[in-house]
């Protein structure tokens, strides 16, 4: 799978600020026909961003499609005209029920067959940020295949449970590791809050370390400032590559000389330290570090 260090948003209405994030080297752009347009704008996003999809050039980042909610009436509308330009990916917002990420790859399929790509081409990302979306996320999490994964939506979620935003983030905290227990347990990607203060680098850093300490593959963010330093923090230090590649060395060794468990640099080494270090790697090849 991509890497997804950062996913940026950008309003679909805005032709300037598409472009502009298609030079930032940002590995996801998530080009919006939700929260970012407002309700008198949606019928012009479409068509910018229909012929932002066909005439720039978005080189390695990955091209993504923020609908409005599948059940808001917009969204057969959004999928009708955006999707002849064939994004890599529809993002799903608001999504509580398994059927909603269902509805919407039917609806993928019907326009790959008909344009005769193929079938399960683009993929499909959900953000889960209301209660119900929480309590649903293993019928969510397992839904459909063309599922990727999972974004955790941190400012709706602490409005839709009536609850106060705080900088230690304890209010979240819950919703936050279930959003990463159930990603890995249906072999997803789980993407992190917006840190909406673009200008506290400090506070981003921060953010963007917890959330990778929790499990998260990366971070929604709003502002170009936050690209790289985002992208950063979730890419593997040389350090680290460097301590992975010397335990899967040794474990390699070992497992041909028939012994599962082995001591290392004073540390007994068994299957979840090796896991753990399978996942740094992971995460390295995707960045491009290896």
């Given amino acids: 799978m991509r890497a997804r260090r950062a996913l940026l948003y950008v309003p679909g209405d805005d032709q300037y600020k ?17 929260d970012g347009v407002a309700t008198n704008r949606k019928v012009q996003a479409r068509k910018t961003i229909r012929e932002a999809l066909n005439t720039l050039e978005f080189s390695q980042s990955e091209k993504l499609v923020r609908i409005n909610p599948v059940g808001s009436g917009l969204e057969s509308l959004d999928l009708l005209e955006v999707l002849p ?17 269902q509805w919407v790859s039917e609806e993928l399929s019907t326009i790959e ?5 193929p079938e399960g081409e683009i993929c499909l990302i959900a953000i889960v940020e209301t209660a119900r979306s929480i309590v649903n996320l293993e019928r969510i999490a397992s839904a459909d295949n063309r599922l990727q994964a999972l974004i955790f939506g941190a400012e709706d979620f602490v409005g839709d449970i009536g609850a106060t935003r705080t900088q230690a983030g304890w209010e979240v ?12 347990a249906n072999n997803l990607q789980a993407i992190d809050q917006v840190f909406i203060d673009f200008h506290d680098t400090g506070g ?4 963007a370390q917890q ?17 790289e330093p985002v992208q950063e923090a979730y890419t593997p230090s040389d350090e680290a590559i460097t301590n992975a590649l010397h335990l899967m060395a040794a474990f390699t060794s070992y497992q041909d000389a028939g012994q599962g468990a082995f001591a290392l640099d004073g540390k007994m080494i068994d299957a979840p330290i090796i896991k753990s270090a399978q996942r740094v790697l992971e995460r390295a090849r995707a960045a491009g570090k290896l």
């Avoid at 959330?211 to 690209?227: D, R």
């Fill in 204 to 207: 981003l850093l921060e953010d």
């Fill in 173 to 184: 905290f819950y919703a936050r590791s279930a959003v990463v227990t159930f990603a890995a």
């Fill in 113 to 117: 067959r008909s344009e005769g790509w």
């Fill in 85 to 101: 330009a064939r994004p890599g990916g529809v993002v799903i917002p608001k999504v509580d029920r398994a059927e909603q990420v």
């Fill in 18 to 34: 598409i472009r502009k994030a298609t030079g930032l080297g940002v590995d996801s752009i998530c080009i919006d026909l939700e």
């Fill in 211 to 227: 959330g990778m300490q929790l499990g998260f593959s990366g971070k929604q963010i709003i502002h170009p400032n936050q690209v």
